[in-house]
């Protein structure tokens, strides 16, 4: 695995960047988060060890996040990749390593081809599923956190009592559960996952049972 | 700074958003957003997991029991 870049980018624009709104949020969470699994698959097959997936992937959430307004793209998936291919061709011109004609290449590669392996855009009981096997993977004590703020919604100090812990420490519970289930649900399926995010046999038993279903 | 490193405090400022900032935290939110553009696209890409996580909302009875008892368990030898 290559190493992700230390060296920061910073945003040329100059402009306040804030959190994304609800809308974003949601647009993002039905329509680019699907695609992730596979892209990191297509990135591995297409772009040279210097690329970083998890760099070139936050990177084109922060051009999908400050985009004026997304109600125009009709093909969100062609968007997605139009970006990381422009993202990939900027970071080999940086970094000098590959011929013009090789950058010229990038925009021939297709998006993951549609006739291979299967697409990981689930129907809405299937992506159900899936999160319901990421957050039962869950570490107990995140779990039980996650749980009961979402079900019971109990407050973090609620549950700071009911746990006898710190609200700092419900606060970083929660955070570790919502990255282990983002981890869970966007690895894809030949990757070297890492330590924490290693799906448990049964999601993997469930992941490839489900998909024939 | 790391990409995992981003992506791990991106999930620390969600949790902290949904309960709101106070002004310190606000400022340091905004600076830590003009680090590093991978900062933005990470936050914006936690926000999206959030979202997604409240699919739990429409679980099953038998799923929402099944992780229910997990986390009465785990509560109750605490």
Sequence with gaps: MSHSRLEPRIASSGLAVSPVSNDRAQWLAKHILPLEPQLRGWLRKNASKSIEADDLIQDAYAKLATLASVSEIERPKAYLYQIVKSLMTDEYRREKIVSIESVAEISELSPHDETGSPERILSGHQDLERLFWAINALPAPAKAVFVLKKFDELSQREIAARLHISENMVEKRMSQALRAIADNISSSDDEDILPGSRLTPVNRFFRSTSRHA | ?78
Excluded at chain 2, 45 to 53: E, G, K, L, T
Aim: aromatic share 8%; hydrophobic share 40%; proline share 1%.
């Design chain 2, 1 to 78: 700074m790391h990409s995992r490193e981003i992506h791990s405090e991106a999930f620390d400022w969600v949790v902290k958003l949904e309960r709101g900032l106070n002004p310190d935290e606000q400022s340091l939110l905004d600076c830590w957003l003009a680090l590093d553009t991978r900062c933005v696209g990470a936050l914006a890409r936690a926000q999206a997991y959030r979202v997604y996580a409240e699919g739990i909302k429409k679980f099953s009875d038998a799923q929402k029991l099944q992780l229910h008892a997990n986390a009465s368990e785990y509560s109750s030898h605490q």
